[in-house]
């Protein structure tokens, strides 16, 4: 069963840092570019960062970029995303997907809250 469990959500700080992370099974993983995004409240879902599956190429969305880094293990099938200097404007449902053109997979989501 292809599956993908996010995880490392929770309520943090303006300003603080997270590290979520996005356990896959049921498939190759080292053989897909995996991708993060995110979906605040009432906005449409957008790409927070990709990696290929070597983890040589990253790309990341203009609103994160600097701030967040992303990364994967192929020994452990996990993605992941460390998330510094925190905005308010960062809370929202974080999802890890499986890129592929004709099989994508996504994860359940994981929330974030950024806030005093």
């Known amino acids: 069963q292809v599956q993908l469990v996010e995880s490392g959500g929770g309520l943090v700080q303006p300003g603080g840092s997270l590290r979520l992370s996005c356990a896959a099974s049921?498939?190759?993983?080292?053989?897909?570019?995996m991708s993060w995004h995110r979906q605040a409240p009432g906005k449409e879902r957008e790409l927070v960062a990709s990696i290929s599956y070597t983890g040589r190429l990253t790309n990341y969305g203009d609103s994160v970029r600097g701030r967040f880094t992303i990364s994967r293990d192929n020994d452990k099938n996990t993605v992941y995303l460390q998330m510094n200097s925190l905005k308010p404007e960062d809370t929202a449902v974080y999802y890890c997907?499986?890129?592929?053109?004709?099989?994508?997979?996504w994860g359940q989501g994981t929330l974030v809250t950024v806030s005093s």
């Open positions: 049921g498939f190759t993983f080292s053989t897909y570019t």
């Open positions: 997907k499986r890129v592929s053109p004709n099989a994508e997979v």
